[in-house]
């Protein structure tokens, strides 16, 4: 069945194709020789042969997935990081080279980022929202998440990496306090919020990657994105390592013994707590 005819003007080839066919019949067009080439062109064209088995193309139903409310979280968190970096140029260009130079951020740049508290403390959140949506699109790529509610889990999921880490300063803080160690502790807290700050703005690209893009991409952004999570707290622990090794003797044994006990484990309990509460609520 044709649903829709051709409006546009017969072509000179069109004409002459359709009088050389019409000669084939007896009678020429004045005699019914047009309606015996329709019937031709019915019983011989595939699509109009009659008595055949009809054939269906039956495509699925594209299921919803609604993402608008993901697309102004991404664009906000993106609005975000660009006023902060318009307003405070200095600092975040500060930020990187103290990032990206161990030495001299040591003697001059900490000092320096110390002196504006205010966008310490705005990279501070954004690094709790960028690494709390991550987590969110991991899971719910990975599978784990499944029926979900966004407007719960991302601002949950933000809300437990914020206090991770304010536990974290307020324990560290009152360690340097108890044993007398306020300027190793200090330099400690500056080099895990320095690198937590610069890896909230390196994920920002994923977010868009893992949120939008195709699943074959997404893929590979996950992949990426966990190799540079792990080259950064490598980084952090080798920092770490030779600030405390100026500070205090001790050995690479009762280090690790230290990661285990106060970083790795509370991650794995944590990690474990978030999986039961989502099979949970799924």
């Not at 954004?126 to 790529?141: A, E, K, P, V």
């Not at 536990?167 to 690198?195: C, H, N, P, Q």
């Amino acid at each position: 069945m044709v649903n829709r005819l051709s409006t546009r003007a017969p072509t000179a080839f069109s004409r002459t194709g359709e009088l050389k066919i019409l000669k084939q019949f007896p009678g020429g067009a004045a005699q019914g020789g047009y309606d015996r080439y329709v019937k031709h062109v019915l019983q011989g064209n595939l699509f109009f042969r009659a008595g055949r088995q009809g054939q269906y193309d039956l495509d699925n139903i594209r299921q919803y997935q609604p993402r608008n409310t993901l697309f102004w979280l991404i664009f906000l968190v993106l609005l975000l990081l660009a006023i902060i970096r318009i307003i405070f140029y200095k600092y975040f260009s500060d930020l990187f080279r103290a990032f990206a130079n161990p030495t001299l951020s040591q003697r001059q740049l900490r000092d320096q980022l110390s002196q504006t508290p205010f966008p310490a403390l705005l990279l501070n959140i954004f690094f709790s929202i960028s690494l709390g949506l991550y987590l969110f699109l991991l899971l719910r790529n990975s599978g784990f998440i499944t029926n979900y509610n966004i407007y719960l889990l991302i601002p949950s999921f933000v809300a437990l990496i914020g206090t991770i880490y304010f536990i974290k300063y307020f324990v560290l803080r009152l360690s340097g306090w108890l044993f007398g160690a306020s300027d190793l502790t200090d330099g400690y807290i500056y080099i895990l919020y320095l690198i937590n700050k610069v890896l909230g703005i390196v994920l920002v690209p994923f977010l868009v990657i893992l949120a939008f893009c195709s699943p074959q991409l997404a893929s590979a952004g996950y992949y990426i994105s966990i190799i540079i999570i792990s080259l950064f707290i490598v980084y952090r622990y080798f920092r770490a390592y030779h600030l405390i090794k100026s500070h205090i003797s001790f050995s690479r044994f009762h280090f690790f013994l230290y990661l285990c006990a106060f970083e790795i484990v509370p991650v794995l309990i944590v990690g474990k707590v978030v999986l039961v509460w989502l099979n949970g609520n799924a």
